[in-house]
């Protein structure tokens, strides 16, 4: 896209270079600087924005929480729309506007994290956090999770790729219930996949990796947002959302 656009890309050479993490591992981060950037009511002007990535995912670019916070957004898949909403003076029972009948999360993030979308959901019981991801084409648990859980799995699943170059491998799992606000689903299957298989890092004076540390034990990806109504209240912190059809652990094709 750099190359397409005619933009410079800066490079962040040397042992100090910032690096991007994602499913498949890591990518180095340069930047380039846009003269105007716009979608819906989201305009930047003479903003040096990131570059990575290693593999083509047939995206020119992703729209993250940095810009997304700044407004309230509402995501209706089934009708093909993303709408950036200012709201103010709203209480919790107005924002749902589609719909009679509607479900309520809690957004909470550290203050180091919060320009994430987490919430906390449960997992037969277990609480966890969330967070919800458009990026990713399914929803995931991570295998430490998983593991502790003792879900079973029933069978090996597709691969994932992201930024980096490596492909993540992912297994379908048992679930006895799977409870976001107050919906709960039962006896369902989830993807269960090691999300910090090469999201590692070294400290300094180490050769040793370890995992990054404060990342969401599970993804809310697509599959979330395709089978509902969900409108993110970045003011109120909370996440309404309405059940649209379909079904959360299935990747649309």
Request: charged share 25%; net charge neutral; with cysteine.
């Amino acid at each position: 896209a750099i190359d397409r656009l005619g933009l410079r890309l800066i490079n962040s050479p040397g042992r100090g270079a910032k690096r991007l993490y994602g499913l498949g591992g890591e990518s180095l981060e340069g930047s380039a600087f846009v003269d105007e950037f716009r979608v819906a009511a989201i305009d930047v002007t003479n903003h040096r924005f990131a570059v990575a990535g290693d593999r083509d995912g047939g995206l020119d670019f992703i729209l993250a929480e940095d810009l997304l916070s700044k407004t309230s957004m509402k995501f209706d898949l089934q009708h093909r729309a993303v709408r950036t909403m200012e709201l103010t003076g709203c209480s919790v029972s107005q924002l749902p506007y589609w719909a009679k009948t509607y479900s309520v999360a809690d957004l909470v993030a550290s203050p180091r994290d919060a320009l994430a979308i987490r919430t906390i959901v449960l997992v037969n019981g277990r609480s966890v956090h969330a967070q919800l991801d458009s990026g990713s084409s399914v929803s995931i648990l991570s295998k430490s999770l998983a593991d502790s859980l003792r879900l079973h799995s029933v069978s090996a699943d597709q691969s994932l790729v992201g930024i980096g170059r490596n492909s993540l491998q992912t297994w379908i799992a048992d679930v006895q219930s799977f409870t976001v606000g107050d919906e709960t689903i039962k006896s369902t299957r989830l993807r269960v996949a090691e999300m910090g298989k090469y999201r590692t890092t070294v400290r300094a004076g180490s050769r040793i990796p370890h995992e990054v540390e404060g990342e969401p034990e599970m993804l809310l990806g697509l599959d979330f947002l395709r089978s509902h109504h969900v409108l993110v209240d970045n003011t109120l912190r909370k996440m309404v959302f309405t059940y649209e059809g379909g079904q959360i652990g299935r990747a649309h094709v």
